[in-house]
């Protein structure tokens, strides 16, 4: 059974894999070949397009669209637990979610690997931006578990996306007005999707930041297993 979930996940999933590493690729390969831009500034951009563009477009389509169709009932009304399909599809979509980052990485390496910055910097940077996307599909996906369709699980993981934004923006004003001390920003930041790019420029230790998101991480899933419910049941 656990197989024949996985598969229909691949099968249904894998055309977003190629589309988001054929498009981060191309841009990570033109762009380190051109020039246009610091090698630095490329990763960057990739980072953010992978740890945040990838997984709202691999959350939205991964739950909403059998809700609307139905088909979740059946899901879930297999003689399995519900959080096994859950799992499923969180496994099939972490795999299509990382898979472009990847792909960016191995070009880096190929094409810019210790021109302008160490490799081991890059590893490092993409290390932080796998898990960002890891982070931000975990919190997307559970927001949109409920969610009735495609476009309304587009809008709550933007919503989610947005207010995390803004607690961050806050809590930095707050900390430069009343502590003078930017590493309360990390702190804030350390809860949310992109807890591990916080780490770039502050002195949180990182064991500390790595730990709060794996808590967070098994946190955001269990909530998600809890709230896909089963057939006939509304959770809230």
């Given at each position: 059974?656990?197989?024949?979930?996985?598969?229909?996940?691949?099968?249904?999933?894998?055309?977003?894999?190629?589309?988001?590493?054929?498009?981060?690729?191309?841009?990570?390969?033109?762009?380190?070949?051109?020039?246009?831009?610091?090698?630095?500034?490329?990763?960057i951009f990739a980072m953010i397009v992978g740890g945040m563009f990838f997984p709202l477009m691999v959350a939205m389509g991964l739950i909403a669209p059998e809700r609307a169709d139905g088909t979740i009932v059946r899901l879930l009304a297999l003689p399995v637990?519900?959080?096994?399909?859950?799992?499923?599809?969180?496994?099939?979509?972490?795999?299509?979610?990382?898979?472009?980052?990847?792909?960016?990485?191995?070009?880096t390496?190929?094409?810019?690997?210790?021109?302008?910055?160490?490799?081991?910097?890059?590893?490092?940077?993409?290390?932080?931006?796998?898990?960002?996307?890891?982070?931000?599909?975990?919190?997307?996906?559970?927001?949109?578990?409920?969610?009735?369709?495609?476009a309304r699980a587009g809008l709550m993981g933007i919503g989610v996306g947005a207010a995390w934004f803004l607690v961050i923006?806050?809590?930095?004003?707050?900390a430069i007005e009343l502590f003078h001390d930017q590493t309360v920003i990390a702190w804030v930041a350390a809860f949310s999707p992109f807890g591990l790019i916080a780490l770039r420029g502050s002195d949180a230790p990182p064991a500390v930041v790595i730990a709060i998101q794996l808590v967070m991480f098994v946190a955001v899933w269990a909530w998600a297993a809890w709230r896909i419910g089963k057939p006939g049941k509304v959770v809230a």
């Open positions: 059974m656990w197989r024949s979930l996985v598969w229909k996940e691949w099968h249904e999933q894998r055309w977003r894999l190629w589309f988001g590493a054929a498009l981060l690729g191309m841009f990570t390969l033109i762009g380190l070949r051109t020039r246009i831009m610091p090698d630095e500034q490329i990763v637990p519900a959080w096994h399909v859950l799992a499923a599809k969180g496994l099939i979509g972490a795999i299509v979610c990382t898979g472009p980052v990847l792909v960016s990485a191995a070009l390496a190929v094409v810019a690997g210790d021109r302008e910055m160490a490799w081991s910097q890059f590893a490092q940077m993409y290390a932080m931006a796998i898990g960002m996307t890891l982070s931000t599909f975990t919190w997307l996906t559970a927001a949109g578990v409920r969610q009735p369709s495609e923006a806050i809590s930095s004003m707050l």
